[in-house]
Nanobody, 121 residues
């Protein structure tokens, strides 16, 4: 089992920045690819970004490319999502996930409880 706990969400004005963190415990963190997904009210959960177990490969949704950066620190068992130039359309609950591959599909074995990000215009 892997337990994931997100933090760092909040309210920010458009154009601002936030950094989300996802702390993992349980099985060996470095064995897993990590990802961030988000879900806005009334919408399906969507892929945001993912990173391979080593951190050597990263993938992004077109909607966040150039604005968001995913990273990980295997020594701290933590994954991060740096979000810059935030837009009201980025408002959602953000979830981190752990699984065998850094896929854009929500086929991950473990999920956190989510953290709310609200961007005001």
């Amino acid at each position: 089992q892997v337990q994931l706990v997100e933090s760092g969400g909040g309210l920010v004005q458009a154009g601002g920045s936030l950094r989300l963190s996802c702390a993992a415990s349980g099985r060996t963190f470095s064995n897993y690819a990590m990802a961030w997904f988000r879900q806005a009210p009334g919408k399906e959960r969507e892929f945001v970004a993912s990173i391979s177990w080593s951190g050597g490969s990263t993938y992004y949704a077109d909607s966040v490319k150039g604005r968001f950066t995913i990273s990980r620190d295997n020594a701290k068992n933590t994954t991060y999502l740096q979000m810059n130039s935030l837009k009201p359309g980025d408002t959602a609950v953000y979830y981190c996930a752990a699984g065998p591959l850094p896929t854009a599909h929500p086929m991950y074995d473990y999920w956190g409880q989510g953290t709310q990000v609200t961007v005001s215009s």
